[in-house]
């Protein structure tokens, strides 16, 4: 919220973001086009501090993998750093990675409905905050339900994942 209320109020005169608008304009002669610079700072308040840790978890887990028995061998075998760097370890080191990523949905959810809230986006947080202020609960059951399908794809897509990166792992 700090981060869009200094890109999008206090410098919005130099940074030509503003702190509202939709990610469609509708304009007379062309119809309904889309903005992708109303797109910049939800995003960036969303997702800064998730691609930070993200980053960290993926640097530390590369260098555990690095480290490992089997990468020795390899550099004997004589392969090239970038296929042992992206063909073996790379796929080792993913599985924190992908759980991590996985655990942030939560966060990330979360942080959009007032994010949408905040930019005036028409989306599902913002119909739930709106439905939570007027008690409307039945709307607030369905929002709860999409939101929990969400994260059940969300867990089988990360059991996916794991099969598709880590070789030792089979569904």
Do not use: C
């Amino acid at each position: 919220i700090v981060i869009a209320y200094l890109f999008g109020f206090v410098l919005s005169d130099y940074t030509g973001l503003r702190m509202t608008g939709s990610l469609f304009e509708t304009d007379p002669f062309s119809g309904r086009t889309p903005e992708l610079k109303n797109l910049i700072l939800p995003a960036f308040t969303l997702g800064i501090r998730p691609l930070a840790i993200i980053t960290q978890l993926t640097r530390s887990s590369m260098l555990d993998v690095l480290n490992q028995d089997y990468i020795r061998t390899a550099y004997a075998k004589g392969l090239s750093r970038s296929v042992i760097v992206w063909k073996h370890a790379l796929r080792n080191a993913l599985n924190p990675v992908i759980t991590a990523i996985t655990g942030w949905f939560a966060e990330l959810l979360a942080g959009a409905f007032f994010v949408e809230y905040i930019f005036g986006w028409k989306g599902i947080g913002k119909i739930t905050v709106d439905a939570l202020e007027k008690l409307d609960f039945p709307v607030v059951m369905g929002s709860v339900l999409i939101t929990s399908f969400l994260f059940i794809l969300i867990g089988i897509l990360a059991d996916f994942l794991y099969g598709l990166a880590d070789p030792r792992i089979r569904l």
